[in-house]
């Protein structure tokens, strides 16, 4: 009885939060003129610009006895119906399309390259010794300053964008992996080997298992870098997807159009991201008590 | 081992030194890694010249232009103009994230008010918001720095709540039975123990901001390295522009080895856990 009355208690904040944080969107965005800020709902949703003239009448109408007079209304476009206007175009599935499309390519190729190669080097000793630092300065540069020279090289259309994709994902794969991979006690692949178990055998039925939790930590790494590699591919390079439709409304001024772009891709964001750790830690006790 | 005794035996000869130099290649970590630079470099080298334009980045051609670019003080004003605004930047966010922080991981309300919103600002892209930042900002270094703010609080709010919940509850017990008054338990003890977690944000947040900072300068044209690089790129000198990404990526080698090097000192105790993004 008093746990679900707690459960209840706690859905309801969290619920009363985002109520809360709607109301004071909504509130910020009929203070501002509409190219710098917009509301949620706004002026185009009825029973909002009805509450909207409520608070209006009032106000002015208190103020009207000190002289202030009532502003001409201004048009708020809200977020949400210019979202339901993109969706009912078409064009949000296109857009989601286009984006989905570059990001699974990328990192798909991230995955192939990353998985392998990370598996690889902890297999070879010298080949570990030979690349990791130069994988560790990878990793760690802002993969955002190799996109003026992708533009150069390899212009924009859709396999340069990917490649900004896959350098912004390849990297936390590969040096997550090649960590988890060396973590490996080499008992058993003694105990693999003593077993006659052939190079082949021992990566898929001991390696890849041991190593998939750490990867997929270094997955979830790179989910959220390609992400941002995503979206600026399409800002930088040619203007596709979700991110083409951001940088589009913010040229035209469509403060709506900007602020449904970033709810998008922020549910992308939090889809994948919320996927990814399910993952992670349903793999996690392949983990062990070690470490 | 018997190479190794030759190479020794005959040092002075010409052979000897050949034996003693593929031994120092193949058997040393130094020698290995500088072998694995050297091909790496050799095959970008004749990489390029047999297959891409001319202005391509090519590895000698950045050597002639490293005193180049080394004694133009544009590049170290960018350099500068980047590095000043990451560390406030990382300042900012390092104090209003231990702040919220805190608030998020000892008081249930907060985390339950404001956890949603953590979460999802955390898991955002931080480039989306960068058009939005430019129009509130206009197209000038306050864009840049809210940018770097926004990429580094939340990976701070996370790590210092993650950090704040997991305060032994003795130690709060303890502190509480000899009536110690809330900003003690708040400050000196739940902020004290949380410190090696702060940290490891800051680890996480520095490299989300360097990224910030880049993107914010080539999205809005500010001065920095980011700009420097894409100016440039832009202007077929890719040689330059490839020295302003080592100093990028000597900065990310920098923040990484400092924070670890803290970790290390101060709290032995901490186990680095897998970090984020």
């Known amino acids: ?291 | 081992m018997s190479t190794g005794a030759t190479a020794v035996g005959a040092a002075g000869t010409g052979g000897g030194m050949i034996a003693a130099a593929t031994r120092f290649l193949l058997h040393t970590t130094a020698g290995v890694r500088l072998l694995a630079g050297g091909i790496i470099l050799a095959v970008w080298e004749i990489g390029t010249r047999l297959f891409a334009a001319p202005f391509v980045a090519r590895p000698l051609e950045i050597v002639a232009a490293f005193p180049r670019v080394i004694i133009d003080p544009g590049y170290w004003a960018a350099t500068w103009s980047s590095l000043s605004a990451v560390i406030v930047g990382l300042l900012i966010a390092l104090v209003a994230g231990t702040l919220i922080g805190l608030l998020v991981g000892r008081l249930p309300v907060a985390g339950r008010m404001l956890g949603f919103y953590v979460n999802g600002f955390y898991a955002m892209p931080m480039i989306a918001v960068l058009p939005l930042l430019t129009i509130w900002f206009g197209y000038e270094s306050a864009a840049r720095l809210a940018t770097i703010v926004f990429a580094a609080l939340f990976s701070v709010i996370i790590n210092v709540s993650d950090g704040a919940r997991s305060v032994p509850r003795e130690f709060i017990e303890v502190g509480r039975a000899y009536r110690a008054k809330a900003r003690h338990i708040w400050f000196d003890i739940t902020l004290l123990s949380a410190l090696p977690y702060i940290i490891a944000g800051v680890r996480l947040a520095a490299g989300r901001a360097l990224v910030g900072a880049v993107l914010a300068e080539i999205f809005a044209s500010i001065e920095g390295l980011g700009m420097f690089i894409l100016a440039n790129a832009r202007g077929l000198r890719q040689n330059d522009a490839v020295v302003g990404v080592l100093m990028l990526c000597a900065f990310g080698l920098l923040f990484e080895w400092l924070m670890n090097w803290v970790l290390r000192r101060w709290f032995p105790w901490y186990r680095r856990g897998d970090g984020e993004t």
């Open chain 1, 1 to 291: 009885m008093f746990r679900s009355g707690a459960r209840l208690l706690g859905v309801a904040q969290v619920l009363s939060s985002l109520v809360l944080g709607l109301t004071i969107w909504e509130i910020a965005g009929w203070q501002f003129n509409s190219a710098h800020m917009v509301p949620f709902f706004g002026s185009d949703t009825p029973w909002v610009a009805a509450i909207a003239d409520r608070i209006a009448d009032a106000w002015y109408g208190v103020a009207g006895i000190f002289g202030a007079a009532r502003p001409e209304a201004q048009a708020h476009p809200g977020t949400l119906p210019r979202l339901i206007e993109f969706v009912q175009e078409g064009e949000f599935f296109v857009a989601v399309g286009e984006s989905l499309t570059l990001f699974g390519t990328g990192f798909a190729i991230s995955l192939a390259i990353g998985l392998p190669l990370g598996i690889l080097m902890a297999r070879l000793r010298r080949l570990r010794i030979a690349l990791e630092g130069y994988i560790l300065g990878l990793y760690v540069t802002p993969m955002a300053a190799m996109i003026p020279f992708i533009l150069a090289i390899f212009g924009y259309l859709f396999w340069p964008k990917t490649i900004v994709v896959v350098l912004f994902t390849v990297f936390p794969v590969l040096y997550n992996t090649l960590e988890g991979a060396r973590s490996l006690k080499p008992e058993m692949v003694e105990v693999a080997r003593s077993f006659r178990s052939s190079e082949i055998r021992l990566w898929f039925d001991v390696l890849l298992p041991y190593t998939l939790p750490f990867a997929l930590t270094g997955i979830r790494q790179a989910v959220g870098r390609g992400l941002v590699g995503m979206v600026a591919a399409e800002i930088f390079l040619s203007n596709t997807g979700l991110g083409g439709w951001l940088v589009e409304s913010s040229r035209s001024f469509d403060m709506a159009g900007v602020l449904g772009a970033i709810l998008m891709i922020t549910v992308l964001g939090t889809v994948t991201m919320q996927f990814v750790q399910r993952l992670e830690s349903r793999f996690a006790a392949w983990r062990g008590t070690e470490r």
